[in-house]
């Protein structure tokens, strides 16, 4: 069974850095490796909405609201996800989710998300 868990939130103050993990399970590594790869934010009240996604090749995507501030990456090795989020801001504010887009299994994977909460 595919399982994504997302860690790393909390309590941030404006202007701090704060890294997302997401870690999949049941999925096996060329799966993991050939898959998109995305982070998605819903902030109180909102929609969830894209952040920052990386295709299979590495190829990355920001939402222009955190381009420049905020990082995707992935160690394909431990079917891993990252977000390192920098100089963050209380509009950051919000549930992160991580999501696994698979060609393969045919679905797209979401993990239970994240509350990351900055303060001003």
């Known amino acids: 069974q595919v399982r994504l868990v997302e860690s790393g939130g909390g309590v941030v103050r404006s202007g701090g850095s704060q890294r997302l993990s997401c870690a999949a399970s049941?999925?096996?590594?060329?799966?993991?490796?050939?898959?998109?790869k995305a982070w998605y934010a819903q902030a109180p009240g909102n929609e969830r909405k894209l952040v920052a996604q990386i295709t299979r090749d590495g190829t990355t995507y920001y939402a222009d609201s955190v381009k420049g501030r905020f990082t995707i990456s992935r160690d394909n090795a431990k079917r891993r996800v990252y977000l390192q989020m920098n100089s963050l801001k209380p509009e950051d504010t919000g549930v992160y989710y991580c999501?696994?887009?698979?060609?393969?299994?045919?679905?797209?994977?979401w993990g239970q998300g994240t509350q990351v909460t900055v303060s001003s």
């Open positions: 049941g999925m096996i590594l060329s799966v993991f490796t050939s898959s998109a």
């Open positions: 999501q696994i887009n698979s060609d393969s299994y045919g679905t797209d994977y």
